[in-house]
Every structure is written in structure tokens, then in C-alpha cells.
């Protein structure tokens, strides 16, 4: 497994879309209000996977959480932003569940922009930014079942494919099934 270069992610990919300059970044410890922000303006994927409003400490979570065994230098938290305003993120995990693998966590734009294409050009800054990390050569990630009819066409559009892996899912009052999905990196 090589080290994570911070370097090459802090400016992966300026876009100009609709007049309006996009920049991905890395979401910083202290930005964590604008994570909260944008998971709050999605009130439904909240409802959908918890069953109920986006809890209060919800932006903070999202930045330190981790799967069991794994250290934080494997946690990217990449944020698109239009000047300082978080539009949307995604929370990847390198080299898990193996050395080359990538699991994206999270993917959420703001509620308010969704259908602009944001979480597209999110994913296209992610797949970037596991470029740079040659042994990396699938990314993965879970859609949990009562999720699965809005963001099952996100993901197949995006090229990803069922794997046949599924596990339990429990948070909130949502007791369900989270299904794995993957893709190449360079595919």
C-alpha cells in the first residue's frame, strides 16, 4: 500500500459550470457545519436510511467516522465547492476492504442544487484523485434497500454494478439491507 500524497488531492479539478467556478477540495476538520449543512438540506435520504430528521452531530460523524481497524490517514473527505459553499461531498475509504480496493462511504450534494450534476462531477473528482493511487483498482460502496430507488440509477449510470455482497443494515429505526456495488477505477 503506498502512502496517501494530501498534496496532489488539495486541487484536483476546477470546473466553470454555469458561470459559477466549482473547485474539489478536501473538507477540513473545522468545516464540518457545511457537511451538516448540506446532509440537512436532504431531509429524504435522512428519512430513507435513519427514518428520521438528520441528527445534530450528523456533519461531525461524517468526518471522523470509520469501519473497525482502519486509520484515519485512509479517510478522505472530498468536498466540492462553489467559492466557500460545500455543494456536495463524497467520504471515501482507501485501501478497504482490501489494498485495492476504495469504498465511497457517502455521496450527498445539496438538496437545493440536486439534477445540476453536481454529485456526477463529485464522483469524476474521486475516480481523479484514485488515478493517482495505482493500486487502487475498484471502488466500491453500499446502497442501503429503502435508498435504492433513488440512488440505484445514480450509480448504475455511473458504472456500477451489483458485486452479489449484501449484509444487514441498521440505523434509526430502519432495519434493512445495504448492497454492494462496484466499479474499475479506470473503466
Same mark, same amino acid.
Given at each position: 500500500?503506498?502512502? $496517501?500524497?494530501?498534496?496532489?488531492?488539495?486541487?484536483?479539478? !476546477?470546473?466553470?459550470?454555469?458561470?459559477?467556478?466549482?473547485?474539489?477540495?478536501?473538507?477540513?476538520?473545522?468545516?464540518? !457545519?457545511?457537511?451538516?449543512?448540506?446532509?440537512?438540506?436532504?431531509?429524504?435520504?435522512?428519512?430513507?436510511?435513519?427514518?428520521?430528521?438528520?441528527?445534530?452531530?450528523?456533519?461531525? !460523524?461524517?468526518?471522523?467516522?470509520? %469501519?473497525?481497524?482502519?486509520?484515519?490517514?485512509?479517510?478522505?473527505?472530498?468536498?466540492?465547492?462553489?467559492?466557500?459553499?460545500?455543494?456536495?461531498?463524497?467520504? &471515501?475509504? $482507501?485501501?478497504?476492504?482490501? %489494498?485495492?480496493?476504495?469504498?465511497?462511504?457517502?455521496?450527498?450534494?445539496?438538496?437545493?442544487?440536486?439534477?445540476?450534476?453536481?454529485?456526477?462531477?463529485?464522483?469524476?473528482? &474521486?475516480?481523479?484523485?484514485?488515478?493517482?493511487? %495505482?493500486?487502487?483498482?475498484?471502488?466500491?460502496?453500499?446502497?442501503?434497500?429503502?435508498?435504492?430507488?433513488?440512488?440505484?440509477?445514480?450509480?448504475? !449510470?455511473?458504472?456500477?454494478?451489483?458485486?452479489?455482497?449484501?449484509?444487514?443494515?441498521?440505523?434509526?429505526?430502519?432495519?434493512?439491507?445495504?448492497?454492494?456495488?462496484?466499479?474499475?477505477?479506470?473503466?
Amino acid at each position: 500500500m503506498l502512502p $496517501l500524497d494530501r498534496d496532489k488531492i488539495g486541487n484536483i479539478t !476546477a470546473l466553470n459550470v454555469a458561470c459559477r467556478m466549482l473547485e474539489t477540495r478536501l473538507i477540513r476538520p473545522e468545516e464540518a !457545519a457545511e457537511v451538516q449543512r448540506v446532509l440537512e438540506s436532504n431531509a429524504g435520504y435522512s428519512q430513507r436510511v435513519s427514518g428520521g430528521a438528520t441528527a445534530p452531530d450528523a456533519g461531525q !460523524a461524517v468526518l471522523t467516522a470509520l %469501519p473497525p481497524g482502519v486509520d484515519t490517514s485512509r479517510k478522505i473527505d472530498l468536498g466540492l465547492w462553489e467559492d466557500e459553499r460545500l455543494v456536495a461531498f463524497a467520504d &471515501v475509504i $482507501l485501501f478497504w476492504p482490501d %489494498p485495492t480496493t476504495a469504498h465511497i462511504g457517502l455521496l450527498v450534494t445539496d438538496g437545493t442544487r440536486e439534477g445540476q450534476g453536481l454529485g456526477r462531477l463529485t464522483h469524476k473528482a &474521486v475516480l481523479e484523485m484514485l488515478r493517482a493511487h %495505482p493500486p487502487i483498482r475498484t471502488l466500491r460502496l453500499s446502497v442501503v434497500d429503502t435508498n435504492a430507488e433513488i440512488a440505484s440509477p445514480f450509480w448504475m !449510470a455511473l458504472g456500477y454494478r451489483l458485486t452479489g455482497e449484501a449484509v444487514p443494515y441498521s440505523s434509526g429505526s430502519v432495519e434493512s439491507i445495504a448492497r454492494v456495488w462496484s466499479r474499475p477505477v479506470n473503466g
